[in-house]
C-alpha cells in the first residue's frame, strides 16, 4: 500500500480546522525539519478545500442574486424602456 495519510476534510469546518491545527504546529517552531513539508502540503490541500467551499457558496449566491434576470419572475413595469 502507499503511505499513509490523514483522510481528507469533508467539510469546510474540518479544512479550517486543520488548517488552524498546521498554522499552530509550524509558529510554535517545535516542528521537526522533515515535517514541515509535509504538514506545508496538507495545508495547501485544506486550504484549497476551503477556497473551493467559499467559490460554490459565492457562485450560488451569485446565481441567486446575480445580475441577470430570472427567466421565470415576471418582468417589472419600471425597467420597460418603452413609454
Known amino acids: ?3 499513509m495519510t ?3 476534510p469533508t467539510s469546510y469546518r474540518e479544512a479550517y ?5 498546521i498554522a499552530a504546529e509550524l509558529e510554535s517552531g517545535e516542528a521537526d525539519l522533515d515535517r514541515v513539508l509535509p504538514l ?10 476551503c477556497r473551493g467551499r467559499i467559490e460554490a457558496v459565492r457562485a450560488v449566491l451569485a446565481g441567486d442574486w446575480g445580475d441577470e434576470a430570472d427567466p421565470d419572475e415576471p418582468e417589472d413595469p419600471d425597467d420597460d424602456d418603452e413609454e
Open 6 to 8: 490523514e483522510p481528507q
Open 40 to 49: 506545508l502540503e496538507e495545508a495547501r490541500a485544506a486550504y484549497a478545500q
Open 1 to 3: 500500500m502507499g503511505r
Open 17 to 21: 480546522a486543520r488548517l488552524n491545527r
